[in-house]
């Protein structure tokens, strides 16, 4: 038996073998991954190491072995139809007959458009009879401050998100919560609403790197077409800067808010607060 984590060379992903081989003898863990260059000491240290696409359904063809258990990590490939991409690697595990399929999902409050790929990807999952875990991950930490340099160049957060909250937390608390439903028993047919303990307001967000850095950052709030031209003006995509901006709408409406508690249960601990992301993101 196997536990295989794929999308392994990715952020979330490597947290998630990192803190699998804490927990299980190496030889249980493969990583799959497009670039195996991308996770080499992984193999230096005996995690077996398969390399496979989502965009090659052959490639998933033996990988998969009766009784393992399945990470999919979500693809970031918006314009290559994510459902057909995730449902590769489910028909894989089908035909081999795996314990668990976990697929890291998107919170089930989300309406926003970045949350149809999700929803597809789910029904797939459960068509196809696999025993499953839906991991509903909430929104990262990072996805805010490991892109400090625009706000502290212009000592501005900009948002279209009103006075809306997130339940952010860190890739690591939520590799965590993976890591137990991969090693532990009794999660399957089972849907977690990930999130963090506390929840937080931009303006919190602008006071907190003030506090952080000494220096004066406000809160900017503007309209969804804003910041996707904003966003547009520093290089993101058009079709993905509109994706961003109705997160942040979502946001708005309070679609990010999850306080299910789910997180902290599986992960066995409180979840990291936001402030831990800021100082570890301005030592950087």
């Known amino acids: 038996m196997s536990i ?3 999308g392994a060379g990715g952020k979330l992903g490597r947290h998630v073998v990192e803190q699998l081989l804490e927990k299980v003898p190496v030889e ?8 195996p260059e991308k996770v080499a000491g992984l193999a230096e240290r005996g995690v077996r190491v398969a390399v496979a696409d989502y965009n090659a359904p052959e490639t998933f063809d033996g990988l998969f072995a009766a009784g393992d258990k399945v990470l999919l990590v979500s693809g970031n490939e918006f314009d290559k139809g994510r459902v057909r991409q995730h449902s590769v690697v489910i028909d894989a595990a089908k035909a081999a007959g795996v314990a668990l399929l976990a697929y890291t999902s998107a919170p089930g409050s989300l309406t926003a458009a970045l949350a149809d790929d999700h929803r597809g990807t789910e029904q797939a999952l459960l068509d196809s009879g696999v025993p499953y875990v839906l991991l509903r991950i909430g929104w990262y930490h990072e996805n805010y401050t490991e892109n400090l340099a625009p706000v502290l160049e212009h000592d501005a957060v900009v948002a279209a998100a009103g006075e809306g909250r997130v339940s952010s937390a860190s890739r690591a608390d939520y590799a965590a919560a993976a890591v137990a439903v991969l090693t532990g028993d009794g999660h399957e047919n089972a ?3 990930l999130g963090g303990d506390e929840a937080w307001s931009f303006a919190e967000y602008a006071a907190e790197l003030s506090r952080q850095t000494g220096r004066e950052i406000a809160y900017h709030p503007v309209t969804p077409e804003a910041l996707t031209g904003i966003l547009a003006g520093a290089g993101v995509p058009e079709p993905m800067a509109a994706v961003l901006a109705g997160v942040d709408t979502a946001i708005a409406k309070g679609e990010l808010v999850v306080d299910s508690g789910d997180l902290s249960r599986l992960a066995g601990r409180p979840t990291a607060p936001l402030s831990e992301a800021v100082a570890a993101a301005l030592k950087d």
């Open 191 to 193: 849907t977690y609403e």
């Open 4 to 6: 295989v984590v794929t």
């Open 28 to 35: 249980q863990v493969t990583a799959v991954v497009r670039s």
